[in-house]
């Protein structure tokens, strides 16, 4: 149908029965082979502190976190598992807990689970509480609230609503009394 030869302008000599290609320069050449690589998500292991470690300190992190030694402070962490060894005074911020060990303060989470072993010693809010026989928790158990959906404003209605009539007459305003100075015992005040 179409028929074109195309004659190279510089260069070696090309095969006219082929089109001719533009080729990159070769740094560009270099970014098309090997683009930059795409930055990899790792799996984030879990941070442990150990059974021989004290730390007396708030912990805040966005990994998971298995404790076997003593946290004195609070724990703000995505999920939390506290060892038979593990200890921790202070409240727990998390999305999931799972405990064997003994935690003084505040569970705020929405999964929590004891297990057999554990202590815990103080109050749980959580959407979802499991406890395993032979665990101890003493607090209160308290459910998320969740936040009730926004009712939809109700449609304006097409006449003006009318306030109906008080059934009760308004009382007069009347004034206050006057204060009364205060009288000495068997003392009259027009004396």
Partial sequence: MFNKQVKPTSGPAMR???PAMNTPEPAAMNTLANPAPAPRKTPKTASLIGDDITIEGNII??????????????VRVPRLS????????????????????RIVGTIVAKQVKLLGTCYVDGDI??????????????????KFQRQPAPAAAPAPAATPAVAAPSLMPAAPAQ??????PASAPGLSAAQ
Avoid at 125 to 137: K, Y
Avoid at 175 to 180: D, I, K, V, Y
């Fill in 82 to 101: 506290v060892g038979e060894t593990g200890h921790i005074e202070g409240s727990i911020q998390a999305e999931a807990v799972e405990t064997r060990g």
């Fill in 175 to 180: 004034p206050a009394p006057a204060p009364q």
């Fill in 16 to 18: 006219a029965d082929l």
């Fill in 61 to 74: 992190g966005d990994g998971e976190l298995h404790v076997d030694g003593v946290i004195r402070g609070d």
């Fill in 125 to 142: 809010t959580h959407e979802q509480l499991t406890m395993e026989t032979g665990a101890f928790f003493q607090g209160r158990s308290l």
